[in-house]
C-alpha cells in the first residue's frame, strides 16, 4: 500500500445565516441554527502531516468539498428565500458576493408574512445543514482518529528522542567526570601521549618513552584533559602531535556501547573538546591555525558540550581550565 502524506486543517466554516437573510431575518426560537461546521481541509503542503494512502487523500478532499458544496448552495436557498435575488456562495474557496436584503413592504400582515417565510426558511436550512453534517460525519471521525494516531504517534516519538538524549548525556556525563586519563609530552616539540592509567600494564607508547605515572602526576578527567590539550594546541606555533593509546580509544568506544550509546572515539572527543578536531593517525588531532591568523579566527563558544552537557566548549579552542604538566 502506498502512503503520502498530506496536510489537514480542522475549519469552523462560518455559516452566517442572519447576515446572509439581512432585514428579512427573523428569529424562530424553534429552530437549532447551527453557526459553524467543523471540516477538515485537505491541503497539500500546508496545514497539519498526516500519512494517508492516495485513495484516503482523494476521499477525504471529496467528502469536504462535497459538505461545503451542499453548505453553499443551502444559504443560497435560505438567501433567495427572505427575498434576495442576486447571490453566491463558495465556502470551498471562501469567495461569494450578493445584493443586500432591504425591509420588506409594509403591506397588511407584512410582519406576520416575514415571519412564517423566514422560519420556513430556517427550518429548511437547519434540515440541509443537518444532513451535510451527518453525511459527512464518517469522513470526519476516520480523519480526526488519524489525526490524534498521528499526534500520538508524533509525541511518543519525540518523547522517545527525548530519553534517548538525556540517557546519551547521563552515559557520557559519568565517563567525563572518572579520572582516569594522563597526558604527558617529552619536551618541546616532541609528541604529547594520551594514555589512561586505569588499564592494566602500560601502554606500548608509554615504554618507548619511558614515562609512567608518579605521585605528581594526578590522573584528570576527560573534560580537564579537553581543556588542556586544547589550550596546548592554541598556544602551540605548529601541529600538536597527540597520540592516544589505541586501548584507551577502544576501551572508551567499549563503556560508551555498554551505556548503549553508540559512539565513535572521535565522536565521543568531539562532545568533550569540541568540533575543533579532525581524525589522525593516532586519535584525534586538533586542526591548527598558524598564529598569524589566531586573531581573526572564530572566537570559542563556551557552556556547554555538542551534546548539552556542562563543561567544555561547543566549537574553537578552549582558553582556560587545566593547563597539563
Not at 606500548?204 to 618513552?209: I, L, T
Not at 553508540?262 to 586542526?287: I, K, M, N, Q, Y
Request: proline share 7%; with cysteine.
Amino acid at each position: 500500500m502506498t502512503t503520502k502524506w498530506t496536510g489537514v486543517s480542522l475549519e469552523n466554516v462560518r455559516l452566517d445565516a442572519a447576515a446572509i437573510a439581512g432585514m428579512g431575518f427573523r428569529p424562530d426560537p424553534s429552530v437549532a441554527l447551527p453557526e459553524r461546521v467543523e471540516v477538515y481541509r485537505i491541503l497539500d503542503g500546508r496545514g497539519e502531516p498526516l500519512p494517508c494512502t492516495p485513495a484516503e487523500h482523494e476521499r477525504w478532499e471529496l467528502a469536504a468539498v462535497a459538505c461545503l458544496g451542499r453548505l453553499s448552495r443551502a444559504l443560497e436557498d435560505f438567501y433567495r428565500a427572505h427575498g434576495g435575488t442576486m447571490i453566491e456562495i463558495d465556502l470551498v474557496t471562501g469567495r461569494g458576493s450578493r445584493y443586500g436584503i432591504g425591509r420588506p413592504r409594509r403591506w397588511p400582515g407584512w410582519e406576520r408574512r416575514a415571519v412564517e417565510r423566514s422560519a420556513r426558511a430556517q427550518r429548511v436550512l437547519a434540515l440541509e445543514v443537518g444532513r451535510a453534517v451527518e453525511e459527512y460525519g464518517p469522513v470526519r471521525a476516520e480523519v480526526a482518529l488519524r489525526v490524534a494516531e498521528a499526534r500520538a504517534a508524533r509525541r511518543a516519538a519525540m518523547e522517545a528522542e527525548q530519553r534517548a538524549t538525556r540517557h546519551r548525556r547521563t552515559v557520557l556525563d559519568e565517563l567525563a567526570l572518572r579520572r582516569v586519563w594522563h597526558h604527558r609530552s617529552a619536551g618541546p616539540g616532541e609528541p604529547v601521549l594520551v594514555r589512561r592509567v586505569d588499564l592494566p600494564g602500560p601502554s606500548a607508547e608509554a615504554v618507548a618513552s619511558g614515562d609512567s605515572v608518579t605521585e605528581d602526576q594526578e590522573p584528570v578527567t576527560a573534560r580537564e584533559l579537553a581543556d588542556a590539550l586544547n589550550a596546548l594546541a592554541v598556544r602551540a606555533e605548529s601541529p600538536v602531535d597527540i597520540r592516544w593509546d589505541e586501548r584507551a580509544r577502544a576501551a572508551t568506544e567499549a563503556e560508551c556501547l555498554a551505556g548503549e550509546v553508540r559512539l565513535t572515539f572521535l565522536e565521543w572527543w568531539h562532545d568533550l573538546a569540541g568540533p575543533s578536531w579532525r581524525p589522525g593517525p593516532d586519535g584525534p588531532a586538533p586542526v591548527f591555525v598558524p598564529p598569524g591568523q589566531r586573531a581573526s579566527a572564530p572566537r570559542p563558544s563556551f557552556g556547554g558540550t555538542g551534546m548539552g552537557g556542562t563543561g567544555g566548549f561547543t566549537g574553537g579552542h578552549s582558553y582556560g581550565g587545566f593547563g597539563g604538566y
